[in-house]
């Protein structure tokens, strides 16, 4: 899904207040040897990710058979109702731009294949961990032979942890999927998403200052045949301005890929994707 979903309490709350950072360790690299500074340790972990990331992806771009290159704008609202519940909405439409499949000559033509509409409630667990649940609804006309529906319910186990101004998020869910064109009969689909964020300037977020989001995430529909070989990966790297206290936006791009047909071939999909999130106080 293109869309994060079920937000996560916590980092609702902690987006514009990232920890700063050790005081004492900033004087001892002035009296010392120079150190990395944080921006030089920013741009290591952010080249060290993509770099994995690129080796995880080599042996699906050596099989590419059909890439898209697509837009998703997206827009998340997310409040408090007391102190441990929150809820979130969240909403999106997915289009192509352009189409390659190998053999043939690239093909540039707009057309919108996707609709979705999410809402849920989260739970905070503890200071670390949220529990959350949620319905999404769907239109669909990607790579089916006609127009779907989809009805989507997921559960969600998610944890956050911070090391200086680093932020660790890991993201459980199981999600169960209802289409029309199967006759309305369950699919489970399992993900699992890590991901890192951090601010660009200083040691901590400011309104007008930017931050960098890199994510990956592997999703398999758990119970069809030869589900882990099936499954889809998705990596994503955005760069994101908090505009004040409630508004961020953030734009990146996101590559997916997986298996596609009887004959193995992968599908590739290239995402540019513009989110705009709201923080109801």
């Known amino acids: 899904m293109a869309v994060d979903g079920i937000q996560k309490r916590q980092s609702a709350r902690c987006d514009s207040q990232w920890l700063i950072g050790s005081q004492l360790a900033t004087r001892m690299a002035g009296i010392t040897a120079k150190r990395p500074t944080a921006n030089h340790r920013s741009i290591i ?13 080599t042996p699906a771009l050596r099989a590419q058979s059909r890439t898209t290159l697509e837009l998703l704008p997206q827009f998340s609202w997310n409040g408090e109702l007391d102190n441990r519940w929150s809820w979130s909405l969240n909403t999106s439409l997915e289009s192509d731009i352009s189409e390659k499949i190998e053999g043939r000559a690239a093909q540039t ?3 919108t294949h996707t609709y979705n509409l999410q809402g ?3 739970y905070q667990w503890t200071n670390s961990l949220d529990l959350s649940g949620g319905y999404q609804f769907g239109w669909r006309d990607l790579d089916e032979d006609e127009k779907d529906i989809e009805h989507r319910f997921l559960q969600q186990l998610s944890w956050a942890g911070r090391w200086e101004k680093y932020r660790l998020r890991v993201r459980g869910r199981t999600e169960q999927r209802f289409f029309r064109s199967n006759s309305w009969q369950a699919r489970h689909r399992w993900r699992l998403r890590g991901a890192l964020d951090f601010p660009l300037q ?11 989001n890199l994510q990956s995430e592997w999703l398999a529909n758990v119970f069809e045949e030869a589900a882990l070989a099936n499954r889809e990966t998705r990596l994503y790297a955005g760069l994101g301005w908090l505009i004040n206290g409630p508004y ?3 734009n990146g791009l996101e590559w997916r890929t997986r298996l596609s047909g009887a004959e193995n071939n992968r599908r590739h999909r290239l995402i540019f994707r513009l989110t705009f999130t709201f923080n109801w106080p």
């Open 45 to 57: 972990i952010a080249s060290g990710l993509f770099l994995v990331g690129l080796l995880a992806l």
């Open 109 to 111: 033509a707009f057309s």
């Open 120 to 122: 849920g409630l989260a």
């Open 202 to 212: 200083g040691e901590r977020l400011d309104p007008g200052e930017t931050y960098l």
């Open 248 to 250: 961020r936006l953030e």
